[in-house]
Structure formats: structure tokens, C-alpha cells
């Protein structure tokens, strides 16, 4: 007879799975960083960054949940949908953490940003015209959040964190600020960053398989247990 294990025992070895999985996509994502620019990232690139130029406003106001103060917002708006303090602690000491850890990896590996390292770029209002690339800050702190609140959100709702945090990163490739590697290493890493919070943490009454909504009353007693 097939022994099924316990939902914290599958909850456990999925978060392997992704810690493993996110160390090995950062690994490899700061190695083609150290090396130069391929031309398969150039072209990745330029398909973004040259897109027409009202892209750009559009894609302002999402970008901005991967700022320094997107992590505040969004742990206002977790507390308000959940009455958790797990998932909003988790929004906003990962969100920050993840803006410094960022900044950690780039004195590291020392890479400029795209109009550092190519020839040309399309200049677009609020371009960076200094500091480094790897890893894209910006993308750390939004899926730094959303592994954070990923436990506690429904199918539907994880479907959107994913969606808002593809939107930060590629509206950071748009606007000439960073490179598809630089989104994909701080995307790892952001991932990183929210895993070790879920295992300080704890997910408290939220089943860590399936999610069970942001939306939850709170339990008996009127806060989390």
C-alpha cells in the first residue's frame, strides 16, 4: 500500500525543489553576467527596449511596485485583505531585504547597465544613467513578494502575482535600465529571499499546497495564530 505523506512533508519538498531551483538559476544567470553580453541576450534586449515609446508610461506605475516603497503598499494591502501578520511581515521585510541584498550582489559582479555594455540603446524618461545592472532591484523585490505571499494565495490570485511580477521585470528591460539576464538573476533571487522568509516564518493556518486565499477571516481570537 502506498504510503502518502503529510501535506507539511509535500509542502517541504516543493520548497527544496524551488530553493534548489532558484540557487541554480542564480548561479548561472551571475556567471553569463560575469562573462560579457551574449548576442542571444542582446537581441531579448532590443525586442523589449525598443518597443514604441508609449509603452513606457504604461508600464511606469507597475514598475514601481518593485521600488523600495512598493514593499510598504503591498503590506498595507495584504493586511487589509488578510489580517495576517505572516504574509505582510513577509511582503515587507523580504521586499526590503531583497532592495539591499540586490544591491549586495551588484557590488559583486560589477556589471554596468545596458547603456554601459552595448553600443546603443533607446533612451526612455527615467533611463539610468549610472550605477550597476546585475541583478535588476527592482525584479528581486517583487518576486521577493510573491514567494512571500505565495502560500496564502488561491490559484487565481498567484496567477496575478506572477503576471505583476513579469510586469516589474520586463518594464525594467523596456525602459533601458537593465538586461534579460540581470531580470532573471534577480528574479531567482528574489525567490530566494522569500523561501527563506516562508522557512523563518512559518505559513501558520495557510495550507503551503494549495494556498488558501488572501481574502481569509481572520481565526477565533482575531488574529493569526
Known amino acids: 500500500m502506498t504510503q502518502v505523506r503529510p501535506p507539511s512533508v509535500r509542502a517541504g519538498s516543493r520548497r527544496l525543489?524551488?530553493?534548489?531551483?532558484?540557487?541554480?538559476?542564480?548561479?548561472?544567470?551571475?556567471?553569463v553576467a560575469a562573462r560579457g553580453v551574449p548576442d542571444s541576450e542582446v537581441a531579448a534586449f532590443r525586442a523589449l527596449n525598443e518597443l514604441?515609446?508609449?509603452?513606457?508610461?504604461?508600464?511606469?506605475?507597475?514598475?514601481?511596485?518593485?521600488?523600495?516603497?512598493?514593499?510598504?503598499?503591498?503590506?498595507?494591502?495584504?493586511?487589509?485583505?488578510s489580517h495576517a501578520w505572516r504574509p505582510t511581515a513577509g511582503v515587507v521585510i523580504g521586499g526590503v531585504a531583497a532592495w539591499q541584498l540586490a544591491k549586495v550582489v551588484k557590488s559583486f559582479?560589477?556589471?554596468?547597465?545596458?547603456a554601459d555594455e552595448l553600443d546603443h540603446i533607446a533612451w526612455r524618461p527615467g533611463t539610468p544613467r549610472e550605477g550597476l545592472g546585475f541583478v535588476s532591484g527592482h525584479t528581486t523585490v517583487a518576486f521577493a513578494m510573491v514567494t512571500a505571499l505565495w502560500p496564502y494565495a488561491g490559484r487565481a490570485q498567484r496567477l496575478g502575482l506572477l503576471a505583476a511580477a513579469a510586469v516589474v521585470a520586463g518594464s525594467r528591460i523596456?525602459?533601458?535600465?537593465?538586461?534579460p539576464v540581470d531580470a532573471v538573476g534577480g528574479a531567482a533571487l528574489g525567490v530566494l529571499v522569500g523561501e527563506t522568509w516562508t522557512l523563518i516564518a512559518g505559513t501558520g493556518p495557510a495550507d503551503a499546497t494549495t494556498g488558501s486565499g488572501l481574502t481569509q477571516a481572520p481565526p477565533a481570537g482575531g488574529s493569526e495564530q
Open 17 to 31: 525543489g524551488v530553493i534548489l531551483g532558484a540557487a541554480g538559476v542564480f548561479g548561472a544567470s551571475s556567471a
Open 109 to 114: 559582479v560589477q556589471r554596468g547597465r545596458p
Open 52 to 81: 514604441p515609446a508609449w509603452v513606457t508610461p504604461v508600464l511606469w506605475p507597475p514598475m514601481q511596485l518593485g521600488s523600495l516603497w512598493g514593499p510598504v503598499a503591498a503590506g498595507v494591502l495584504t493586511w487589509r485583505r
Open 174 to 179: 523596456q525602459v533601458g535600465a537593465h538586461l
